[in-house]
């Protein structure tokens, strides 16, 4: 896609997501990374009702190009984007919501750790298709919007997995919500929609789900080729 067509598209999942729950009032925010330099959804601005000549543009260096002021979790989208090209050098598109479900399990639920790692993540492994479509989740510890920590935070765990093979799709931000990314908008989306519908799950379930085993794990990553 050109600029042009990518602001569209930003409009386009903006709606999609609003419209469905995923975000309210200004909460949430959209990036795509172009090829010299960032486009994302403004400051306080509401995904449902965006503009795409208004969409802020950043240069490689983070300073604004033009449009509306620029939403403050930038710094953290770039460093995903940074972070993300040992193991994914094609990842273009960065979806954070306030997706309900999720947040809820870092407000009532302790942190979970996986065999694969020490570091919590926000799901066990309960379904096919959460380990095939998401995969590993690691819960960012709170810190207010915005906080330029949160960046370096998520670098140096999106390291500690790609230096395990591993490739991560998705972090939680304890008490605001994930950040998910992906080769396009249309695939951040879709790790988002699964990590929301794994998160209603695993709340409406009790006893909680239990995990699936290393066994079926394994089948999963021979079969679909799944990173976990």
């Known amino acids: 896609m050109n600029e042009s067509q990518l602001r569209d598209e930003i409009c386009r999942v903006g709606k999609s997501l609003f419209d469905r729950g995923y975000v309210h009032a200004s909460a949430g925010n959209i990036s795509v990374r172009l090829d010299d330099g960032f486009l994302i959804t403004p400051t306080d601005a509401c995904l449902g009702f965006l503009d795409p000549a208004r969409i802020a543009k950043l240069d490689g260096n983070l300073q604004q190009v033009s449009g509306d002021k620029a939403s403050k979790t930038i710094a953290l989208h770039a460093a995903i984007y940074k972070a993300s090209q040992p193991y994914a050098p094609q990842t273009r598109a960065v979806i954070h919501t306030h997706s309900t479900a999720c947040v809820a399990l870092t407000l009532a639920a302790p942190p979970k750790s996986s065999n694969a790692s020490p570091l ?3 799901l066990p492994p309960i379904t096919p298709y959460f380990v095939m479509k998401v995969g590993h989740v690691p819960l960012v510890p709170y810190h207010r919007p915005g906080d330029p920590a949160v960046a370096v935070r998520v670098a ?3 390291a500690h997995y790609a230096k395990r093979g591993i490739a991560v799709r998705a972090v939680m931000l304890s008490k605001l919500g ?4 992906h080769d396009s908008l249309a ?11 794994t998160a209603k799950l695993y709340q409406m379930t009790s ?10 794990i394994a089948d999963l990553r021979k079969t679909f080729n799944a990173s976990w």
Do not use: I, T
């Not at 994930?178 to 990314?181: I, L, S």
């Not at 909680?208 to 290393?214: F, I, M, N, V, W």
């Open 187 to 197: 695939q951040a989306m879709a790790v988002l929609e699964e990590l929301e519908e």
């Open 156 to 158: 140096a765990m999106l």
């Open 178 to 181: 994930p950040n998910v990314w």
């Open 120 to 122: 919590p993540e926000l």
């Open 207 to 216: 006893p909680k789900p239990s995990s699936l085993s290393d066994e079926d």
